[in-house]
């Protein structure tokens, strides 16, 4: 069955950077696009970035453009967030999401937390 396990969240003080992964099983991950999303208390989840199988497409939320990097490591079956720059508006809990068969499915989360 899919899973997605998300890890690398925390807490960073405004200005830094963090690196979550989302590791993937269950189905052929080179070929799907993978996304990040985010949640922040009391607001609606939202489209971080998206990067297709391939890796040549990458697509950004207008919010983090220039701050966040999306990748994807095949070999490992491994999506990653480069996010830099943190502000405390990027508080959320980030979830990563394939989208198969029709079917969404979502990782359990990873909370980060950007405060002084």
């Known amino acids: 069955q899919v899973q997605l396990v998300e890890s690398g969240g925390g807490l960073v003080q405004p200005g830094g950077s963090l690196r979550l992964s989302c590791a993937a099983s269950g189905f052929a991950f080179s070929t799907y696009a993978m996304s990040w999303y985010r949640q922040a208390p009391g607001k609606e989840r939202e489209l971080v970035a998206r990067i297709a199988g391939s890796s040549v497409s990458t697509n950004y939320a207008d919010s983090v453009k220039g701050r966040f990097t999306i990748s994807r490591d095949n070999t490992k079956n491994t999506v990653y967030l480069q996010m830099n720059s943190l502000q405390p508006e990027d508080t959320a809990v980030y979830y990563c999401?394939?989208?198969?068969?029709?079917?969404?499915?979502w990782g359990q989360g990873t909370q980060v937390t950007v405060s002084s």
């Open positions: 999401k394939v989208v198969r068969w029709g079917y969404d499915y």
